[in-house]
């Protein structure tokens, strides 16, 4: 995998399951994610026994809300009112998002670390559990019945705990939860094309909404949705949490493949298939619909097939769907091509000398590179540099969310003015220990690069106008076009 080296695997919570808030185990942890209803009872921890922290739960709440009831702190939401943001003490950090039912909090110790970088990773936290639950169960079940045991309800939901950690892991790491934007895999635009009609022609299935094919690593080379349905596009957030899905099931089916090995069926591909009610929350907060999730056949693991359909008995025909899909990819002759480019990363040592101009011989200053469209919802990462480690990755990430956060703490932003509208271009040059930054923000893009801690800034700016003219170029192959 293209982040098989930097990224850092799962990591099971067993070891604290039973620990509360008073257990040093709990308290050594340097990130926690907590979920409670705004009376105070838990619904979800990242460590630890969730029903263990109901006085900590108690706290917090009591605390948002007096803060409201006194004025303090700010918020953006005229529906909560005033209320408490962030509170910033020695050596940690506590953020704060509420709604009118539930209270989101993430607590972090990690030097550096913004409250914008984590009230975003709180919205993408919320986002991951309304895809499981629904808001419906969060917000409309609570409004009914304040007892309402939304922690059980989570329970409840296949695989919720693998989902949560999953999202909560990717955030020190997958630059689409820090650009709020999803990665995709270059793929030329006539095959990408010939990839999306195909997709549309497959989904035959009951109430299709939508079809996708991604590669293995969560990158999106296609999709496509039935003509007439709309909206026409799949909003960003839900794109990552539909990719936060695939990596979870494809996780699950390789863990169950691996423990059933003897008696598995060769001939088999849907053996390894999911089908799973998922809620996309931009696209409608209070229901479910169904996600497919397999490899397009045996023989081409890299490239995943997912399907996405309203009607909960359309398993047996979303398979058939996916046979389908890979007959007439085969027929037209893109098959190959897919599978190449699922299988491909951008790796700044393999692009061509164009891309770097007369500095080809700086390319091996270059560790890593992200390169953002906010008009498009897309993003290209290159791959981590060998020479950076797991502890190097997170660093750059949340250097990368503290970079985004201030290049963005503009006065078009106090006024709401659309970014596609701001016209002012931003260069900012950061110099760090192991590695330095430099980041360029215009009006329709953004470029993050990140080089060798003795690369000079004559070098940085010359590799990332080079770099910029490159990509802006190759943005038909490496982007996709609206549907």
Known sequence: RAFA???????????CRDDNDGSLT??????????????????????GDAYKLSALCAALCALYDASRDHGDGKTKDAAMGDGLRAIV????????????YMLYV?????????ERTLHAQLAQFRRVMESLVTNAALEHALARNAKFDVG???????????????????MSWDTSYVFNTYRTFALAAPIRRSCMEAIRASMTFTSP???????SDGRLGAYAKPRGNRPVTIAASDMIVLMNHVRVMREIAAESSTANEEEADDDDVDEGASFERLCLPAFNANGFMHAYVAPLSRDTPSVIVCFLTASADAHAQCKAA????????DENTSLAAIVAASEKTMDASTLPPEAFGGFTDARDSL??????RPVRDQHISSTFSASLNVKDVKTLARAYAALYASMKETDADAFNIPPNLVGTQRVRYEQRERFNILSCVGGDFEIYLTLKSDASVVVAVALCNRLCVYLRVSEPELFLSPT
Not at 89 to 98: I, L, M, N, Q
Not at 152 to 170: G, K, M, N, P, Y
């Open 106 to 114: 993430v607590t972090s110790s990690i030097k550096g670390e913004s």
């Open 152 to 170: 059980r309800a989570l329970e409840a939901q296949a695989h919720a705990d693998v989902a949560l950690a999953t999202a909560i892991r990717s």
């Open 5 to 15: 080296h930097a990224v850092p695997a799962r990591a099971s919570t067993s070891a």
């Open 209 to 215: 909404f939508a079809g996708a094919v991604f590669s």
């Open 89 to 100: 003490a020695p050596g940690r950090v506590v953020a704060f998002h509420a709604t009118e």
């Open 322 to 329: 996916r046979e389908t899909l890979y007959k007439k990819l």
């Open 26 to 47: 709990w308290l050594s942890k340097s990130r926690h994610f907590i979920a409670c209803t705004r009376a105070g009872k838990p619904t979800y921890s990242r460590y």
């Open 367 to 372: 560790l890593h590179f992200v390169y953002n």
